[in-house]
């Protein structure tokens, strides 16, 4: 874009919210504007480009067919990502919510074992499992 310049900052994504409804960050790239309801700030949005279906990981054999099948589980899930499906499930005697700052983050819980499930775009997954061998699960 002639005549303007850019600064890009990498930020894990509960800051990147926050300073961007402080007004400290003016683009906020490759966004779909369904992520950002619930935002003080509403921006402005390019039509939505692709996609992303949030996947749950885990290295338990069992078969979750509700929210409530996690109860008692500890899932860890991106600070600042909404999950629509699970947010009425985390709480007390719920689901155990674990917040992390990435889902790189995640994967390393998970293949150590700190962690029951995680939640994470099917793209992203498939990228991780694909460089690194010990996030196949």
């Not at 950002?36 to 390019?46: A, K, M």
Request: aromatic share 12%; charged share 25%.
């Amino acid at each position: 874009m002639a005549g303007y310049e850019y600064n890009f900052i990498q930020l894990p994504v509960a800051r990147g919210l926050m300073e961007f409804d402080l007004g400290n960050i003016d683009i906020e790239p490759s966004i779909n504007k369904k992520w950002r309801l619930y935002q003080n700030e509403v921006g402005l949005y390019t039509i939505p480009y692709a996609s992303s279906v949030e996947v749950l990981l885990g290295l338990k054999n069992k078969d979750i067919i509700t929210a409530s099948d996690l109860y008692g589980n500890m899932v860890g899930v991106v600070r600042g990502y909404r999950y629509q499906m699970l947010d009425d499930h985390f709480g007390k005697r719920k689901i155990v919510k674990v917040e992390n700052k990435s889902e790189n983050e995640l994967l390393t819980q998970l293949s150590r074992k700190h962690l029951d499930y995680i939640c994470i775009g099917d793209i992203t997954a498939k990228y991780y499992q694909l460089i690194n061998p010990k996030y196949r699960f």
